[in-house]
């Protein structure tokens, strides 16, 4: 599967990077956010893939953050530069409150807590799916199945 292996750190099972997150970028942060623990890792990352795929998409998201005022953020996770972060608030501002509690119930953390994992994580999991510096055709097929693979762990 190529790109999708490479985000989910070789397969099913493995958070990417895997437990020490050594790998990839993405692996280091979950892992870095969650203690090292693989199955608080796979939920955080499922949660943000997962709210990427209810909110229409990376296009679709990478619009709303656009319409938001936060477009340079989005265009840089898409690019291959450095990715700009995003605040909790500014999260909590394109996705709503309620998205981001239904996250933190989830997760067994408080919104607070949800919310800023998921602004650092976000930025990482857009940019592992758009490697060539674009939104690729099929990144709704991918964002399936890496959940498919992270529900399968």
Known sequence: MGLLDSILGGGAGQLPGGVGGAQNPLGSLVASLTGGNQSAGSGLLSAVMLLVQQNGGLGNVIAQFEQKGFGPQAASWVSTGANQG??????????????????AAQLGMDQGQASHAVAQVLPEVVNQ??????????????LSQALSMLRGS
Request: glycine content about 16%; overall charge negative.
């Open 129 to 142: 799916f758009t490697p060539q510096g674009q939104v690729p055709s099929d990144s709704g097929d991918m």
């Open 86 to 103: 995003i605040s909790a608030d500014q999260l909590s501002s394109v996705f709503g409150s309620g998205a981001l509690g239904q996250i």
